[in-house]
């Protein structure tokens, strides 16, 4: 089969194609024909030694956890697909799922049917970015209706479903992104909009209960500069860089919360959300697909963070 392997940690030309075993399933997985492809920020870090590079260990390896595709052999004991079903997930997460490639096996559980309102390349858009979103909402900050939501980089992959999630929930939704995107994001369900470019959000917002933080410390100590916006007992969910000792200190001395936070692959809240997009709840915005010869292409895109939404590879002919 066709995949994109690197060889080396490295640019975006470390990645290329070329032909690969065809994996089998064991016992509880199985095998799904690729259709597409989603491509993340975690994606591109780990390719250059960053993200999960510590997880997958040296090259050779094959990146992407996001697929949406179909069945096409069902190992001993799977009773929850069959052969043929449109499936979409987010396998082994940190761990190898090898996503750009043709085929790839994981467990049943790690997939649940696509949504059916949505293409293959629309759906390989959701799951990392939507389970992030969703788990760090509902599962570690526990938002409640009337809470007041910050959400950091909202017009990206995770923060445009963040702003629809939160807003489901029955929050008051407030988001940082640049301007052109914030008509946009008000019709997605933002309540407030901050240009971070024109001003700093600790001076436009106030008395939040809940920061999603997509972006970090890296980038000009937005984590800490976020502690400022909480209400005390206000909880920061640090997704990007995690939380540093310096973080947590700073936390605790403002009597604020603060955790890490890393996805996990699940099955049952993918379903969740997939009745979620075919009501017509949710959205998922895809700014570009490339075919998976231009797996490089794509990273270049995405490194260049200015995407609104998600990058897609289109892997199946």
Known sequence: MRAVVQHALGGPDVLSVQQVPRPEP????????????????????????????????????????????????????????????????????????????????????????????????????????????????????????????????????????????????GAHVIGTARSGSHGWLTKLGANELIDYTAVRFEDAVADVDVVLDLVGDHHENTSTRSLAVLRPGGLLVAVPAGV??????????????????????????????GDLIDSGKVVVEVEDMFPLEQAAAAHTRGESNRTRGKL????AA
């Not at 009597?255 to 890393?262: I, P, Q, S």
């Open 26 to 169: 064991l016992p509880t997985e199985v095998r799904v024909k690729v259709h597409a492809a989603g491509v993340n920020p975690v994606d591109w870090k780990t390719r250059a030694g960053d993200g999960m590079a510590g997880v997958l260990g040296e090259p050779p390896f094959i990146l992407g956890w996001d697929i949406s595709g179909v069945v096409d052999k069902v190992g001993f004991g799977v009773t929850t697909l069959k052969e043929g079903d449109e499936v979409y997930g987010m396998p082994w997460f940190p761990r190898a799922a090898g996503a750009y490639a043709e085929y790839v096996t994981a467990p049943s559980r790690h997939f649940t049917r696509k949504p059916s309102t949505l293409s293959h390349e629309e759906a390989a858009a959701v799951p990392l970015a939507a389970l992030t979103a969703w788990q760090a909402l509902t599962d570690t900050a526990h938002v409640q209706p009337g809470q007041r939501v910050l959400i950091h980089a909202a017009a990206g992959g995770v923060g445009h479903l963040a702003v629809q999630f939160a807003r489901h929930l």
């Open 312 to 315: 897609v590879l289109r892997v």
């Open 244 to 273: 540093s000792p310096e973080l947590a200190a700073a936390a605790q001395a403002k009597e604020k919360r603060v955790t890490a936070f890393l996805v996990e692959p699940d099955g049952p809240a993918l379903a969740t959300i």
